[in-house]
């Protein structure tokens, strides 16, 4: 059996939310409800004609399980069209765009919506202490944000990891990155997301939201609000070390609310759905390593990609690399091999990325993707590679072509 070309279509998001901010009202049942009725309305398909729906969160909860099927529901869609869940942390987004990629070009499903979503700002507390009952004593809530990336990693395996801050700690002083370094890779993301915004390259992809508001009409939230156009050396360079190293809340991405989804669809499907891609999935790989220094992951999940595709960096015209950390980034392309006058940095991050545009897990490779995308087309590249760390010591990478 031949596998069929899979087509990314109409890939949109919404705009970013700080944590606590506009979108904080919506849980994320109801961001994935909004995004999954955008993207039928803005393709125009059938959505009976939908065989499943693939969406990803990185904190799942009992309040929307199987968040795919949950969010189609929520937004009145038909109930004969399947959904679900899936977690790789902060690959997830990705992940479901492979997921879908995959049951296309199996044959197993003709059109599979692919996305995520996360709701930080609403992220429980939790018990584990309640089951059997508490007799005496004290009982534990642990936020499950921050209790999520202490055990990202087998304790009894790996010990203690304080979270994401120690593992770019740790790559910081694995490869030499300053505090100086970081910041500026910092200002650079915020530069180039507040150009981007200037020149309306979000334009397209932009789904707006209709906030409620507890007193009055709900608002329209179509603008990210996590990015810094005033971000200089200067400024950033007066935040205090979150962990006494080189890691600030400037030069880290942020905990944030937004939702992300595509169609996934056979090539010989287009034509009967009335549909056009804007690029066709390639190929797609991941590599673990060292929960302690998980930031590093892109690297050896690149190196796993490019050995089973045949490519190299030459044949790349777009590289979006997550920013959960500019150590992380900083560290990422030493491990590339790049230098850091290198020509390839004007393909890198053109709109910016994780430190500017934000980092809601669930729903980031899906925004990744809807600004890679469409950038591919204003450049008329060929290839894009998006790649990203993930929590507990993961990467991911992928790689879409152009469609022409």
């Given at each position: 059996?031949?596998?069929?070309r899979?087509?990314?279509?109409a890939?949109?998001?919404t705009?970013?939310?700080k944590?606590g901010?506009?979108?904080s009202?919506?849980t994320?049942g109801?961001l994935?409800?909004?995004?999954l009725?955008?993207?039928?309305?803005?393709?125009k398909?059938?959505?009976?004609?939908?065989?499943?729906?693939?969406f990803?969160?990185?904190?799942?909860?009992?309040?929307?399980?199987?968040?795919g099927?949950?969010?189609?529901?929520?937004a009145?869609?038909?109930?004969?069209v399947?959904g679900?869940?899936?977690?790789?942390?902060c690959?997830s987004?990705l992940q479901?765009v492979?997921?879908?990629?995959?049951?296309?070009?199996?044959?197993?499903?003709?059109?599979?919506?692919?996305?995520?979503?996360?709701?930080?700002?609403?992220?429980?507390?939790y018990?584990?202490d309640?089951?059997?009952?508490?007799?005496?004593?004290?009982?534990?809530?642990?936020?499950?944000l921050?209790?999520g990336?202490?055990?990202?990693?087998?304790?009894?395996r790996?010990g203690?990891?304080?979270?994401?801050?120690?593992t770019a700690?740790n790559?910081a002083?694995d490869?030499?990155?300053?505090?100086e370094?970081?910041?500026?890779?910092?200002?650079r993301s915020?530069?180039r997301?507040?150009?981007?915004?200037?020149?309306?390259?979000f334009d397209?992809?932009?789904?707006?939201?209709?906030?409620?508001?507890?007193?009055?009409?709900?608002?329209?939230?179509?603008?990210?609000e996590g990015y810094r156009?005033d971000a200089?050396?200067?400024?950033?360079g007066?935040?205090?070390?979150?962990?006494?190293?080189?890691?600030?809340?400037?030069?880290a991405s942020?905990?944030n609310?937004a939702?992300?989804a595509?169609?996934?669809?056979a090539e010989?499907?287009l034509d009967?759905?009335?549909?056009?891609p804007?690029?066709?999935?390639?190929?797609a790989?991941?590599?673990g390593?060292d929960?302690?220094?998980?930031g590093?992951?892109?690297v050896p999940?690149?190196?796993r990609?490019?050995?089973?595709?045949?490519l190299?960096?030459?044949?790349?015209d777009?590289?979006?690399?997550?920013?959960a950390?500019?150590p992380?980034?900083l560290?990422?392309l030493?491990?590339?091999?790049?230098?850091?006058?290198?020509?390839?940095?004007?393909?890198l991050?053109?709109?910016?990325?994780g430190?500017?545009?934000?980092?809601?897990i669930?729903?980031?490779?899906g925004r990744i993707?809807?600004?890679?995308?469409?950038?591919?087309?204003?450049?008329?590249?060929?290839?894009?590679?998006?790649t990203?760390?993930?929590g507990?010591?993961?990467g991911?990478?992928?790689?879409?072509e152009?469609?022409?």
């Open positions: 059996m031949s596998l069929r899979a087509a990314i279509v890939p949109i998001r705009a970013v939310g944590f901010g506009t979108l009202p919506l994320a109801e994935g409800a909004v995004i009725k955008a993207l039928v309305e803005r393709t398909i059938d959505p009976a004609r939908v065989d499943d729906v693939v990803s969160q990185g904190y799942g909860n009992g309040e929307a399980p199987a968040i099927h949950w969010s189609w529901l929520a009145g869609l038909p109930l004969e399947p679900y869940q899936l977690d790789r942390r690959g987004g479901a492979v997921n879908a990629a995959m049951m296309v070009q199996t044959g197993m499903s003709d059109v599979v919506v692919a996305g995520g979503v996360e709701s930080m700002s609403n992220v429980e507390h018990s584990t309640i089951r059997g009952g508490v007799r005496a004593g004290n009982l534990t809530l642990h936020d499950r921050t209790r990336r202490l055990m990202s990693q087998p304790i009894e790996f203690v990891i304080s979270g994401m801050i120690e700690e790559l002083k490869y030499g990155i300053t505090r370094a970081a910041d500026a890779y910092a200002v915020h530069q997301a507040a150009a981007a915004w200037k020149k309306g390259l397209d992809e932009l789904v707006p939201v209709s906030v409620p508001q507890r007193k009055g009409d709900p608002i329209i939230f179509d603008h990210d156009a200089s050396l200067e400024s950033l007066r935040l205090k070390p979150l962990e006494g190293g080189v890691v600030t809340a400037g030069n942020q905990q609310d939702a992300a595509c169609l996934v669809v010989d499907k009967e759905l009335g549909l056009e804007i690029a066709w999935y390639h190929s790989a991941a590599a390593c929960p302690a220094r998980m590093i992951g892109p999940a690149v190196e990609l490019f050995a089973k595709n045949g190299g960096w030459d044949d790349i777009l590289v979006e690399l997550n920013e950390f500019a992380q980034v560290a990422v030493k491990g590339w091999g790049w230098s850091d006058d290198d020509s390839r940095l004007d393909m991050n053109v709109n910016g990325s430190i500017s545009l934000g980092h809601p669930g729903a980031t490779g993707l809807a600004n890679l995308t469409r950038e591919l087309v204003r450049r008329e590249g060929r290839f894009g590679l998006e990203m760390c993930i507990g010591g993961q991911i990478a992928a790689i879409f152009r469609a022409v």
